[in-house]
């Protein structure tokens, strides 16, 4: 044994020995540390919408649960209708998105083996503050796009068959009208990009809140429209059938839909935002049944 090593010990030694003479006791700490579990199949694909990933919620939720179950999770942000083209064709394992018509139709044609609600907020209309339309302040969705329609004032639109477009082109649809001309832009893109695309054109557009909070200190669009039932905006998480898709991740698509709706991921849910906004940008929404 190395000569100092065996000198510190006999030091240790005697101290030690000291005080226990001197009548003083010693407490022997034990650290208990947490080992990550190992999956036998630690890849799992998440298809899920813009707004999740632009909202920052994800950056938070995805590390937590991989730290927890040992998943390592591929997260693919596209809107709703793509999230849900993905899981018909067997290319994702779990979707999160908020297209609820759609959903029900997914699990209705049997793509999907189980759906839970999640977590809701609301969609806005946001504009420029010269508010072409005047419709600044007011509740209804539906008044508030013939408003803009009339006026032919800047509208942009995601059309991605997204979860966003889907109650915009439902809102048209209850204003019993076909939004075209030069007014009408159709975008094409995520949300994130729809809002800057809307800002530097100084045109309208539909939101939900998470995205336009955390993002809005970039751009100069306000919310002109906000409070309507219409534009109440629920969020479901799906695991994809594997009777389906026999290649699918089927327990480590349960694993993220049983966290993301435990006591766990409901209050992070309902704690993201609160520091930097003041406010949730999710309301958490599971109830067991």
Not at 24 to 43: I, N
Not at 153 to 175: N, Y
Not at 228 to 256: E, H, M, R, S
Request: net charge neutral; charged share 25%; hydrophobic share 35%.
């Amino acid at each position: 044994m190395n000569r100092k090593l065996l000198a510190l010990l006999i030091g240790l030694t005697l101290m030690l020995s000291l005080f226990a003479g001197c009548g003083g006791s010693t407490t022997t700490t034990t650290t208990t540390t947490t080992t990550t579990p190992t999956p036998a199949d630690p890849e799992l694909i998440l298809a899920t919408t813009t707004s999740t990933q632009d909202s920052g919620l994800l950056d938070v939720l995805i590390p937590a649960f991989e730290k927890k179950t040992g998943y390592k999770v591929k997260v693919v942000a596209v809107g709703s209708g793509e999230a849900m083209t993905m899981g018909q064709k067997g290319d994702a394992d779990v979707l999160l998105v908020h297209s609820r018509k759609a959903e029900d139709q997914f699990m209705t044609d049997g793509y999907g083996s189980e759906r839970r609600d999640v977590m809701y907020n609301d969609f806005m209309i946001i504009g420029p503050d010269t508010d072409p339309a005047k419709i600044k302040g007011t509740t209804d969705a539906v008044a508030a796009f013939k408003a803009i329609s009339d006026t032919k004032s800047p509208f942009i639109s995601r059309g991605d068959k997204s979860g966003t477009h889907t109650k915009e082109l439902g809102i048209w649809e209850k204003a019993t009208i076909t939004p075209t001309g030069d007014w009408y832009k159709v975008a094409g893109l995520g949300m994130g990009e729809t809002f800057r695309m809307a800002d530097e054109m100084k045109a309208y557009t539909l939101i939900d809140r998470a995205t336009f909070l955390a993002q809005k200190d970039k751009y100069k669009l306000i919310i002109v429209v906000e409070g309507d039932k219409n534009l109440f905006n629920p969020y479901g998480v799906i695991t994809v059938n594997q009777a389906k898709f026999p290649n699918i991740n089927k327990d480590g698509a349960k694993a993220f839909m049983d966290f993301i709706t435990s006591e766990e991921g409901q209050k992070m849910i309902g704690e993201f935002g609160k520091d930097k906004w003041g406010q949730a940008l999710f309301t958490p929404s599971y109830k067991a049944q």
